[in-house]
T-cell receptor
Framework: AQSVTQLGSHVSVSEGALVLLRCNYS??????LFWYVQYPNQGLQLLLKYTSAATLVKGINGFEAEFKKSETSFHLTKPSAHMSDAAEYFC???????????FGTGTQLKVEL | NAGVTQTPKFRVLKTGQSMTLLCAQD?????MYWYRQDPGMGLRLIHY???????AKGEVPDGYNVSRLKKQNFLLGLESAAPSQTSVYFC????????????FGPGTRLTVT
């Protein structure tokens, strides 16, 4: 079985501050991990994914995430928040083969002036 | 490429009515999925398909049926709508499962009164 926990359903940061969105996963086999972003009234789009190559993964819009097996974590970071980053972010896990994605419950990011 | 498209964008139904949501993809993807998104619950998989002519149940299949007669289309049906089916429905597709990302449509907002 696989599962994802996103700590903090709402995160608020100031523009220019560090963004840190937390994701912990549970998986009995090596996982594939994804971060998706959803802007208001839109579908989800991929920010980045981990597929067992480099543990530090860089994505679009300046986001990156680090896979830490010992901590079963895949936290999303961005050094400097921009107003356009305000959106909902979803972490998801897949364990390959015919298994599907399991999503976390999402974190709403608010960016304040 | 249009990617993944969904029809309709909005729909209001009365309890007991039926309807079909249409999803189409032009990326020649094998896998297609239907999710529902409810506040605080992330995305939950309703049904999915691993190829033309195949369908399988996801996490929350009750009250829904699906068909995939053509590779590019995936239909979601509600035979007798209930207020508990009020939600935003997303279709997605992927080349395969596992490490492959899913591409999402823009969503259908369904209200059942």
């Amino acid at each position: 079985a696989q599962s994802v926990t996103q700590l903090g359903s709402h995160v608020s940061v100031s523009e220019g501050a560090l963004v840190l969105l937390r994701c912990n996963y549970s998986s009995s086999v090596p996982p594939y991990l994804f971060w998706y972003v959803q802007y208001p009234n839109q579908g989800l789009q991929l920010l980045l994914k981990y597929t067992s190559a480099a543990t530090l993964v860089k994505g679009i819009n300046g986001f990156e995430a680090e896979f830490k097996k010992s901590e079963t974590s895949f936290h999303l970071t961005k050094p400097s928040a921009h107003m356009s980053d305000a959106a909902e972010y979803f972490c998801a896990v897949s364990t390959g083969g015919g298994n599907k994605l399991t999503f976390g419950t999402g974190t709403q990011l608010k960016v304040e002036l | 490429n249009a990617g993944v498209t969904q029809t309709p964008k909005f729909r209001v139904l009365k309890t007991g009515q039926s309807m079909t949501l249409l999803c189409a993809q032009d990326m020649n993807h094998e896998y297609m999925y239907w999710y529902r998104q409810d506040p605080g619950m992330g995305l939950r998989l309703i049904h999915y398909s691993v190829g033309e002519g195949t369908t399988a149940k996801g996490e929350v299949p009750d009250g829904y049926n699906v068909s995939r007669l053509k590779k590019q289309n995936f239909l979601l049906g509600l035979e007798s709508a209930a207020p508990s089916q009020t939600s935003v429905y997303f279709c997605a597709s992927s080349y395969l499962a596992g490490a492959y990302e899913q591409y999402f449509g823009p969503g259908t907002r369904l209200t059942v009164t």
